[in-house]
């Protein structure tokens, strides 16, 4: 067997492991440009499919309370959909499998444009009280935060102890990123590539309290595009979100969804199928 042989099973056995171990995938490709995910429905409209297979289909409201599917290319890539938010609306999954999901090991994957930093604004969130003594806050929090802006993970454990990590990474509004929070039971990370040409980089990790039970803790349904607090819906967003990803094993960087820049991206259209084609850059 020669070294390329080696490389592509390398490879295949590399996305063979992503894929099992996907739980939950939207990439909000599909719709309508600029058309309620609703559809004119109301009270639980089904708006997103599950590309992982196991059903987790993503819920709209209503066209008011629910997002939209962006203007064509309003994409990390330049190219297809993403979920549109107006500071209001949000969609939601509420099948019971996910809603019961604890994983002790776990990586979560979304890209992210914020048109507004402003306040507490939450891209994945966990509905529900948590059961712990006094708390309000809901049980998963991936947010910008309000107080210096940082991507921020908040969460409640299943042995009852809470973990905020805060990056160090202040994103700039209007611009596209994509994010991956990985726990593997004793750490904590979150990841970020900035579409920069310099790929993924740490920009967060915490120790996780090796006496305590580290599983996520299970409440409700889970959000994206808003928050729970004290029984409120909040910290909605105004921006859009894309490739969002849920896996239940500690993911390394180069398993995260890679997303092409568009700067080298070359767009072909042929019969209505779009081909992305990366661009070399010159070395010199």
Known sequence: M?????????????????????????????????????????GGVPAVPDLSGNGYTMYAW????????????????????SSQHSGHDDGYVFAPGLVNWTPLTW????????????GWNTMIGRDGFTGVSGEVEAAFYFQNNGIDDRFRLNFSTMGGQRYILDS??????GRWY?????????TL???????????????????LNPANDNRLRATGTWTFGRGWWN??????????????????????????????EPSVLTLLGLGGLTLFVRVRRSQT
């Open 231 to 260: 029984g409120n819906f909040v910290d909605h967003i105004n921006g859009n979100l894309d490739n969002i990803r849920f896996s239940d094993v500690a993911l390394t960087p180069a398993q995260f969804i890679q997303v092409p």
């Open 168 to 173: 160090d990474f202040v994103p700039v509004a």
């Open 189 to 207: 990370q979150m990841w970020a590539d900035k579409l920069d040409g310099n790929g993924f980089q740490l920009v967060g990790s915490l120790s």
């Open 178 to 186: 994509h994010l991956a929070a990985v726990s593997d039971g004793s």
């Open 62 to 81: 209503d066209d008011y309370w629910g997002p939209e599917w962006s203007a064509l290319g309003d994409t990390p890539t330049g190219a297809g959909l």
């Open 107 to 118: 990586t979560i994957e979304l890209s992210v444009k914020l048109n507004s930093l402003a």
């Open 2 to 42: 020669n070294k390329l042989e080696m490389l592509v099973i390398a490879g295949a056995l590399a996305c063979a492991t992503a894929r099992a171990a996907t739980i939950a995938h939207w990439d909000f490709e599909g719709g309508t440009p600029g058309a309620s995910m609703a559809q004119g429905g109301s």
